[in-house]
């Protein structure tokens, strides 16, 4: 879907320590983690073609894309240094 590799995981760890705490399959809290997925592959598949193609996701920097996924004060940075220790890149 044309998204850094690392964003997807790095959510799923942060906002349900990697699905170990999730619900439904829903490990990314999506939809404040009231949506209910029918498998984990699914919601990886749904919620990445969400961000990479849903308008209030489209053409924003990563950042932007984060902040939309949920604008909590603090949350972009700590997506961006989780993700910058599984790859520096």
Not at 5 to 33: C, D, H, K, M, Q
Not at 41 to 50: F, G, T
Not at 76 to 84: F, G, P, Q, V
Request: charged share 20%.
């Amino acid at each position: 879907h044309g998204i850094d590799w690392r964003l997807l995981p790095t959510i799923a760890l942060v906002e349900t320590g990697g699905g170990r705490y999730s619900r439904n399959n829903n490990i990314f809290g999506w939809g404040n983690g009231r949506l209910r997925f029918p498998s984990v592959q699914s919601s990886i598949d749904i919620v990445a073609r969400s961000m990479a193609s849903m308008s209030c996701y489209r053409g924003k920097t990563l950042e932007g894309v984060l902040w939309t996924y949920n604008p909590v004060r603090g949350y972009t940075e700590k997506i961006l240094n989780a993700m910058r220790n599984l790859d520096p890149d």
